[in-house]
């Protein structure tokens, strides 16, 4: 694939940059990320984000690449870039929040994760982005908060085990173990089978 956009970029007419030529070096780079090459990415991703400015996605990329690395604050700033892009992007705030919590800035997490909950028009989505908030709030021993945040995540997914044994955790940091059993019994339970879509 690396070499398939680097014979496309070097195949454009001479003086094209628009669209084509952004979307080669942003593929590119995402290809780099992959390969966990995370300064070749930077400079297709860069490369990308000079010619098309009001794309978000190299910048939400770059702050993969950094976020691989485990340089957070830099991540954090170009997640920052692409939110100022578009600012109604679920998938930035999310990984914005990721990067506070891997800093232990748990109340930042909170407000990113609320940013994605408020700009995701998927349930299921939605449900992993309460999910999140509630560990967050578990770090801040914000118990009744956690909870309320995993309650919700089960409201949008059913199915979502995970969601169900945090509820419980909670419950037990709320003092309340009898109801945490009753949450532990259904995640424990089977799911259902998912319908099959009529061929």
């Known amino acids: 694939a690396i070499k398939s956009f680097t014979e496309a970029i070097q195949l454009a007419p001479a003086g094209e940059v628009g669209q084509y030529i952004s979307e080669a070096y942003l593929k590119r780079g995402i290809c780099w990320h992959y390969q966990e090459q995370g300064s070749l990415a930077r400079g297709d ?7 098309n400015f ?3 996605l190299p910048h939400l990329w770059i702050g993969f690449t950094y976020a691989q690395e485990g340089k957070f604050r830099e991540a954090i700033d170009h997640y920052g870039e692409a939110i100022s892009r578009n600012a109604s992007f679920p998938l930035v ?11 232990k800035q748990y109340k930042k997490g909170v407000q990113n994760f609320n940013e994605a909950i ?19 709030h578990m770090r801040l021993e914000e118990y009744q908060k956690a909870f309320d945040s995993f309650h919700l995540a089960t409201l949008n997914d059913k ?3 995970p ?5 419980a955790e909670a419950l037990r940091k709320l003092g309340k173990p009898g109801l945490a059993e009753q ?15 009529p061929s």
């Open 163 to 167: 969601a169900m044994q945090k509820k």
């Open 159 to 161: 199915s979502f085990k």
């Open 45 to 51: 991703l860069a490369q990308s984000a000079s010619i």
């Open 93 to 103: 705030y999310v990984n914005r929040g990721k990067a506070y919590m891997q800093l």
């Open 118 to 136: 408020r700009t995701e028009p998927n349930e299921i989505a939605m449900a992993r982005h309460f999910y999140r908030r509630g560990i967050a």
């Open 54 to 56: 009001e794309d978000p």
């Open 183 to 197: 949450y532990d019994r259904q995640a424990r339970e089977p799911s259902p089978p998912k319908p099959v879509a």
